[in-house]
């Protein structure tokens, strides 16, 4: 009789340490696989690099931007850039003069 109750509690035992091993092993799958896993930390690292190059070209574009912005204030506007948009805008241009359209 005491083999028989010690083979239920064998079994239970076995069965949770099967659980506890599979636990274990999806949770070493996704440390390697997952979406914040090794395996996708150079996509990660690559996506990064990428946006960091965006916000500076972005960066950039917005300060030429304010530049020109604050050349157009109505207090007090440069001269240059008011020729240049008169022109533009009306299509005068001196004979001498060359034309080079900005982007």
Known sequence: MRGGTKTPKLAKEQATQAIALCCLLIMAALT?????????????????????????????????????????????????IAGELVRRNLNVVHPDEMVMLLK
Do not use: I
Not at 43 to 51: E, I, W
Not at 67 to 80: E, G, K
């Open 32 to 80: 390697l696989v997952g979406p914040s896993g090794l395996l996708a930390w150079s996509d990660n690292s690559r996506l990064l690099q990428q946006r960091q190059k965006e916000v500076r070209d972005l960066t950039a574009q917005r300060n030429e931007l304010r530049n020109r912005v604050a050349l157009l204030n109505p207090s007090h506007v440069d001269p240059d």
